[in-house]
């Protein structure tokens, strides 16, 4: 008897540690970088606000009636997106930027109107989301009016959905490299936007900084973050 309470004992402390492991691993984010977080926080075209479960931006100015849900990559600040999105908002469109359970979008199971909810004059939803977060954003693609992959691709098959479709990549991604995109291309529609930015990496599509496994940008973070924004905001014109 003694044994098998000591072999319990054992194993429900083994499970306990690695649960406690699992948890302070999973809180351990890569931080925004706060000289891009606060050209956002300043920038008067935008309003920025903490939502508890999202970081909401909204235009300050006129709103073109498009919102835009975005999941974070794994383990990525959501503060460290606002910077990719800072034009697209102050040209008129609203991005709730999630805060995943356990910083990863696997574990969240909340629907698209839990996030829309922050945002209810917007008329034309899309989904989207950076690596890990865009795997997710494509499960959740059937309630949306588009979908939005940066640096990301889908898992699961969505060639037969009539949503827009923006896919946007960089030649020197690291972690969803050209290949991998180009191998999951017939997930998607026909119909969809293909971009790859030339010297750009996995890091470029938020701010905060390098990233383990990454490949090494040929081009400046600006150049990126302005040619992924250039693409976001062509996209967003067909969603109006």
Known sequence: MNRALRWTTWIVAVVVLIAVVFLVWAHIVMQGTRS?????????????????????????????????VFIPGAKVDPYAYMAAFRQVVADGTT????????????????????????????????VGGHSLGGVRACQLAQDADGLLLLGSYCAN???????????????RDGLSTPAKVDAARDKLPSTATMTEIQGSNHADFGAYGDQPGDRTATISRADARQQISDAVEAWVRDLR
Do not use: C
């Open 157 to 171: 098959d969505i060639s037969r959905s009539y949503i827009d479709v923006l896919s946007v990549s960089g030649s």
């Open 95 to 126: 991005v709730v930027i999630t805060k995943p359970t356990l910083n990863l979008a696997f574990f969240d199971t909340r629907p698209l109107a839990t996030f829309e909810a922050h945002a209810p004059l917007v008329t034309r939803w899309a």
């Open 36 to 68: 891009a977080a606060l050209q956002v926080w300043r920038d008067d075209r935008i309003a920025v606000r903490d939502a508890g479960d999202s970081v909401v931006m909204t235009p300050t100015g006129q709103a073109d009636g498009v919102g835009i």
